[in-house]
């Protein structure tokens, strides 16, 4: 399986600021995702992120609050923007190394906003 | 809409003793079926997985999940459950050509009294 690395692992961001997590695969993968997980909660995807064009966004997110931007087939990355409290979560992205493959998780970003 | 279920949030077992975690799922179509465990601080890792044939699934850490069509279930097992067990469980879907999306059930928390 792919090996997935995601940067920062942890943050702790003042309100009103924004924050870019980066997360790069060993290995060229079809697919790139990423979810969030609210503190207690299960985890909601935000968005699918295409390579070379915009990503697709579940109902509830947006580009504006949410950029990601994915220029190959082994990074991506995701803005959390303007930032208030209740965008504390853990950010994780994830990969499926190929169609039909089990999805992939890296260890997640832990962001807190104060 | 797809949804997951699981039925219980919090598990406690003794070490040793044998461990069931529920999942059911309301689709009208057999998706595939994941079982993913997450330690604390921990990003998320595929225990196993069904997407079609035999029934009872062989997973990783010595876990099987039987999946029941007329049930609509995918409940977790193992026989033996260890101290390091102790962690969160989810139970996610994925609907065949629905965009390699997953729908994550809430969670099951796993404590192991010693």
């Known amino acids: 399986s792919a090996v997935i690395s995601q940067k920062p692992s942890r943050d702790i961001c003042q309100r009103g600021t924004s924050l870019t997590i980066q997360c790069q695969v060993d290995s060229q993968v079809t697919m790139m995702f990423w979810y969030r997980q609210q503190p207690g909660q299960s985890l909601t995807l935000i968005a699918t992120?295409?390579?070379?064009?915009?990503?697709?966004?579940e109902s509830g997110f947006v580009i504006d609050k949410f950029p990601i931007s994915r220029p190959n087939l082994t990074f991506s990355t995701l803005t959390v923007s303007n930032m208030s409290p209740e965008d504390s979560s853990i950010y994780l992205c994830?990969?499926?190394?190929?169609?039909?493959?089990?999805?992939?998780f890296g260890n997640g970003t832990r962001l807190t906003v104060t | 809409a797809q949804s997951v279920t699981q039925p219980d949030i919090h598990i406690t077992v003794s070490e040793g003793a044998s461990l069931e975690l529920r999942c059911n799922y309301s689709y009208g179509a057999t998706p595939y079926l994941f079982w993913y465990v997450q330690s604390p601080g921990q990003g998320l890792q595929l225990l196993l997985k069904?997407?079609?044939?035999?029934?009872l699934v062989q997973g990783i850490k010595g876990f099987e999940a039987e999946f029941k069509r007329s049930q609509s279930s995918f409940n977790l097992r193992k026989p033996s459950v260890h101290w390091s067990d102790a962690a969160e469980y989810f139970c996610a879907v994925e609907i065949t050509g629905g965009g390699n999306k997953l729908t994550f059930g809430t969670g099951t928390q796993l404590k192991v009294e010693l």
């Open positions: 994830s990969v499926r190394t190929a169609l039909g493959s089990p999805l992939h």
């Open positions: 069904y997407f079609s044939g035999d029934t």
């Open positions: 992120a295409n390579q070379g064009s915009e990503a697709t966004y």
